[in-house]
């Protein structure tokens, strides 16, 4: 409970009304002074801090090892000791992405560095040894044109594809998509060099990737709709479902992530290669795992039909999320700049 003052003034600044005590009975404003001290500042982030930290580490606990248990409390009308549903989701995937888009940029920076090195290096080489490794630098170049050709669908340029398109042969002409499709290609192989094609496509790929699921997860929740009892279950009651289990998916990946990156400065060493193969495995295995069980303790059915309701789900789901992530992968390339 806040230390604050009282004020000597009744009045509640909010809403007007007569306060008798510390708190406003009309709208449950503090009646204190508003000015605050740096230490009453400190102090009161520490108590909220810790309040949070209480609730937030309850939720992490059984999210992480309590398939459906989040859900069920939540559902049953237990709110207070646990993070909301939604703010949860939002959380945990705001530290996710940020991670992720931040330590590719500490290692992007590093490749930069050393890419100048070796460029620095390459040009202090002798004359002789540089004519040398003209045939291999050849026989390079031709296999990265063969690389393009393949990435370019067999045009070289925009002008080609244009030319093709109004003077060839009606039978060698393109649809209107593939025409678009190959064009945009183009534009952005023309635009950019393969090493910045990977980086801006990464990087735009990472970052819109929150969308991309926030997008998936209603329909996740509808397919769980879809199998279940409409009388019993709601589509809300699927939705929490589902923003506890992407919440958990999410959360796994995240520690699987940090766990990977820690470990990488050391991976000469036999011992932390086989501490991080295993640390995937189990945590691969729980994330695929993790469904069945969440499944059966929420929606209660027996075994056998859960297992078959569950199987079908996540196939469906998991083809679901593959033609999506696919399309969202296309989408991001042909909009690179």
């Not at 190959?182 to 023309?190: A, F, L």
């Not at 990488?264 to 086989?274: C, D, I, K, N, Q």
């Not at 295995?285 to 075994?303: C, D, I």
Request: hydrophobic share 45%; proline share 3%.
């Amino acid at each position: 409970m806040s230390k604050s003052k009282i004020r000597n003034d009744k009045t509640c600044l909010n809403c007007r009304y007569v306060v008798e005590n510390r708190f406003c009975p009309n709208c449950g404003q503090e009646n204190t002074d508003t000015r605050k001290t740096f230490h009453h500042l400190f102090v009161h982030f520490f108590e909220d801090l810790t309040h949070y930290e209480n609730a937030f580490w309850r939720t992490i606990k059984n999210l992480l090892f309590k398939p459906s248990a989040l859900t069920k409390e939540y559902l049953s009308g237990k709110r207070l000791s646990y993070l909301a549903p939604v703010r949860l989701y939002i959380f945990i995937s705001f530290i996710t992405f940020l991670l992720i888009a931040i330590f590719p940029s500490e290692i992007n920076s590093s490749e930069k560095t050393t890419e100048k090195e070796a460029i620095f290096t390459t040009k202090n080489k002798s004359f002789q040894n540089t004519i040398s490794k003209n045939d291999s630098v050849k026989k390079s170049k031709t296999a990265s044109n063969e690389e393009d050709e393949l990435i370019n669908f067999g045009y070289d340029s925009v002008e080609q594809l244009d030319s093709i398109q109004k003077h060839a042969p009606e039978s060698e002409k393109l649809s209107d998509f593939s025409y678009w499709m190959n064009k945009k290609i183009q534009i952005v192989k023309e635009n950019n060099t393969q090493s910045e094609i990977i980086e801006k496509f990464i990087s735009s790929f990472t970052h819109n990737l929150p969308k991309v699921l926030f997008v998936f997860m209603p329909i996740f929740a509808f397919f769980l709709w879809l199998f279940h009892n409409k009388k019993r279950w709601y589509y809300f009651d699927h939705g929490i479902f589902t923003l506890h289990y992407f919440s958990f998916l999410l959360l796994l990946f995240l520690l699987l992530f940090l766990i990977n990156k820690g470990l990488t400065p050391f991976s000469e060493l036999g011992l932390v290669t086989f501490i991080q193969v295993i640390t995937n495995f189990v945590g691969i295995g729980w994330m695929v795992y993790y469904f069945f069980p969440a499944h059966h303790r929420f929606y209660g059915e027996t075994r056998f039909i859960s297992f078959l309701k569950s199987s079908l789900l996540f196939f469906i789901n998991f083809i679901l999320i593959i033609i999506i992530l696919s399309i969202f992968a296309i989408y991001t390339f042909i909009n690179l700049h």
